[in-house]
Structures are given as structure tokens and as C-alpha cells.
């Protein structure tokens, strides 16, 4: 029989499509931040749904960050402003849900942080750029004192050149981004036995980029950092996935 071929239905529950009207609403700035839903009563009335299909609709819409209801409030839940912090939210748990492999998110790891560089480069300011100097000499000054304090100090330069690239959603994603791969080859990096020799590598490619970034040379400094992040990361992937980081190579 010829004809179109269509794809089995997906049941929705009366609740989401409740989540999926008011998110719409939010979107396209029907309901802006501050502003309150209507009360559960009319809520009930307005989606002809039962009390307990509101409530589950309005527990989903505050775990996503979109409104806050409080037990015994008489008034409707509140529309929350955007906050980075709910974006970040979302991104670690679709990196979790979603199972990425780590050659991806050390792949988009390189892609961000060279394209944050890049914009430092040519963006910054000198009081920027002495942020990363700094946070470089403590990365040097933690050989002496462990690994928790060069971490800190490995996160404040990439945290000031975020900055210094003035984008809030690369500051984001990056460091969702950098806080997964940390965490899924932890146990590895601990039990490295060139501990001190990753460590003293690592700020040399950070002196490196520093430079590149001091004479503005932003595709220099954003290339030096995705090969440093390949000679850092490589060895922890697969060797058959290691072609995707190699791509990002000139």
C-alpha cells in the first residue's frame, strides 16, 4: 500500500502538556520574571485538569528552574528571571542522561576553551591579563602545596579568560564542560605516576598561551591550547576515538 508513512504515537501525560504551555509562555514573554501563574484553582479551571495534574506540572516547572511555588503561598507559583546557575544545571544533567563519550566532551572542551581564548586575545584588558598571570604563578606555586591547589589555580585561568572573552555562555558551557572530564578520568589522574611532570607541562602550555594572548595573537593562542589539551587529555581516551582531537589540530 503506497502512501505516507507516519511514526507510532508518543501518550503524553496530561501534566506535560500543562509544563509545556506554561514553558511556552515563559519563551516567548507572555509571562515574564516576577509575574505569578494563576492561582491552582484556576489553573485546574483553565487546563481542565485535576489538582494533583498541577501540581506534578508545577513540581516539574521548579525543578527546571522556571518558577518557584511555596507550600501554602495563596498566590499562583512565581516566573523565576534566567540564571546561569539553571542553564548549568541543564547542561550537566543532558552530559550525564545523554551518556557523551569522553572523546566528545574533551573534543568540546578544546573547541570552547580555544574559541574563549580567542576572544581574550583580542578583548581583554591588562588587568585581565594580569588575572592570568596570576593564577598561572599559583599554579607554580602549588607544585609544593598538592593537587587540590593547582586545580584551583588551573580553574581561575580559565576562569579569567573566559572572562576576559566577555561571552556568559562559553563561561557556562566551559565549565560544565571542564567539571564532567575532571571528574570522569579522576581516578586515573590520581593514579598517575608523572603527576609532577602533567603538572609542570601544564603550565608550560599556560605560559604559552599567555604570551600569544599578551601580543594579541588570538589564532596562535587559541591553536596552543587545543594542542595542549590534546597532549593533556589524549592518553585518557580510547586510542580508536583519539581521531576526533586530532581534527581539531592544525
Keep these: 500500500m503506497s502512501g505516507p508513512r507516519f511514526e507510532p504515537v508518543r501518550a503524553v501525560r496530561a501534566y506535560e502538556r500543562v509544563v509545556e504551555q506554561v514553558e511556552e509562555a515563559i519563551e516567548s514573554g507572555v509571562l515574564s520574571p516576577g509575574e505569578r501563574l494563576p492561582s491552582e484553582r484556576e489553573l485546574m479551571v483553565q487546563f481542565s485538569v485535576s489538582r494533583s495534574t498541577v501540581r506534578e506540572a508545577l513540581r516539574v516547572l521548579q525543578a527546571r528552574g522556571l518558577v518557584q511555588s511555596r507550600p501554602g503561598d495563596p498566590n499562583g507559583a512565581e516566573v523565576l528571571p534566567f540564571t546561569p546557575a539553571a542553564l548549568h544545571k541543564s547542561m550537566t544533567t543532558l552530559a550525564r542522561v545523554e551518556e557523551l563519550s569522553l572523546a566528545e566532551l574533551v573534543q568540546f572542551r578544546m573547541v570552547l576553551d ?134 581539531l589540530l592544525d
Design 114 to 247: 580555544s574559541a574563549a581564548i580567542l576572544l581574550a586575545a583580542r578583548l581583554r584588558t591588562d588587568e585581565q591579563l594580569a588575572e592570568m598571570a596570576a593564577a598561572v604563578a599559583r599554579m607554580r606555586a602549588a607544585l609544593e602545596l598538592g593537587e587540590d591547589a593547582f586545580s584551583a589555580a588551573d580553574v581561575a585561568f580559565h576562569e579569567a579568560v573566559a572572562r576576559a572573552g566577555g561571552n556568559k555562555l562559553i563561561q557556562i558551557c566551559t565549565d560544565v564542560v571542564r567539571s564532567i572530564v575532571v571528574r570522569l578520568i579522576a581516578e586515573k589522574l590520581a593514579g598517575a605516576r608523572d603527576r609532577d611532570a602533567l603538572m609542570r607541562q601544564s603550565i608550560r602550555h599556560h605560559e604559552e598561551v599567555i604570551a600569544a594572548i599578551r601580543l594579541g595573537d588570538g589564532p596562535l593562542a587559541a591553536r596552543l591550547s587545543r594542542k595542549a589539551m590534546y597532549d593533556y587529555y589524549a592518553g585518557y581516551v580510547p586510542a580508536a576515538e583519539r581521531g576526533v582531537l586530532r581534527a
